[in-house]
């Protein structure tokens, strides 16, 4: 047994225990040091982004006082759904370990590829007025994020 995913698990033991959410928890490590754990805290904090790899990535990033997570790793005991995926992406984190796939959260009630719903629609507003916004922004010559 890997020990960051048994952190992960046990993260996510902790958190059903709780009732805080479902059953996911997720390690962050740097240089084979755990910079953050998680668990899902969905129904903690009525909020539905407070996913375990979302937590563990505000965690992260705070205590590394950054946005740039480059060179962490992520053990995670489902495989990240597309929000997690976003957020993994933007935080810059190299490698993703997982335990159970989206077949296996479908099982227990989750579905990982459409958010559990999946029905909202687009529509595209106020194109230019945002458009002059990012200029405006550009202009400040300042790091992008």
């Known amino acids: 047994m890997n020990p960051f995913m048994q952190l992960a698990i046990d993260e996510a033991r ?51 006082d950054t946005h740039d997570l480059s060179g962490c790793e992520l053990y995670t005991t489902g495989k990240p759904c597309p929000m997690c995926k976003g957020a993994i992406q933007w935080a810059k984190i190299e490698k993703v370990y997982y335990g159970c796939d989206y077949d296996d959260a479908s099982k227990i009630g989750f579905d990982e590829h459409t958010g559990n719903s999946g029905k909202y629609s687009e529509e595209q507003v106020n194109q230019k007025e945002c458009q002059e916004l990012y200029d405006e922004y550009t202009s400040l010559d300042r790091e992008l994020y």
């Not at 390690?27 to 563990?56: C, G, M, Q, R, W």
């Open 14 to 64: 902790k958190g059903v225990q709780k009732n805080h959410g479902g059953p996911f928890g997720a390690v962050i490590v740097k240089d084979d040091k755990v910079i953050a754990s998680a668990h899902n805290d969905v129904l903690k904090e009525n909020d539905p982004t407070s996913h375990a790899e979302i937590e563990a990535i505000r965690e992260a990033s705070e205590k590394l």
